[in-house]
């Protein structure tokens, strides 16, 4: 009996994840989304084709890159920012905000 047990132990220690929210909807985990490289596209509008405004380390980087470029242009609303991360050989392989 103390056999068993302690053989569910280690298999629930050796197979057990800890509960990450992004794996609901990317190939990585919070962390690594935080820190991946990204490239910042930016929309003046939801017509636009996108302006690239660089390479940056880190998704709020990223932000603070799009949101900053919106501020010296004066944008209050109407533009929007996309960060395309750089993963498995893809300069856009998953898109975040």
């Known amino acids: 009996m103390k056999l068993i047990g302690l053989i569910l132990i280690v298999g629930f220690i050796f197979w057990y994840k800890p509960f990450d929210e ?5 190939d990585f985990t919070c962390k690594q ?4 490289e990204y490239d910042v ?3 003046f509008d ?7 405004l660089g390479h940056v380390n880190g998704l709020s980087q990223c932000g603070n890159i799009a949101r900053d470029y919106a501020y010296k242009k004066n ?7 996309v960060c395309c991360m750089k993963a498995n ?3 856009c ?3 975040h905000r």
Do not use: H, Q, V
């Open 93 to 95: 392989y998953e898109k």
């Open 89 to 91: 050989g893809s300069n």
């Open 46 to 52: 939801k017509y636009d084709k996108g302006y690239n």
């Open 22 to 26: 992004c794996r609901d909807y990317s």
């Open 41 to 43: 596209w930016f929309y």
């Open 75 to 81: 944008l209050n609303y109407g533009w929007s920012y």
């Open 33 to 36: 989304i935080e820190k991946a």
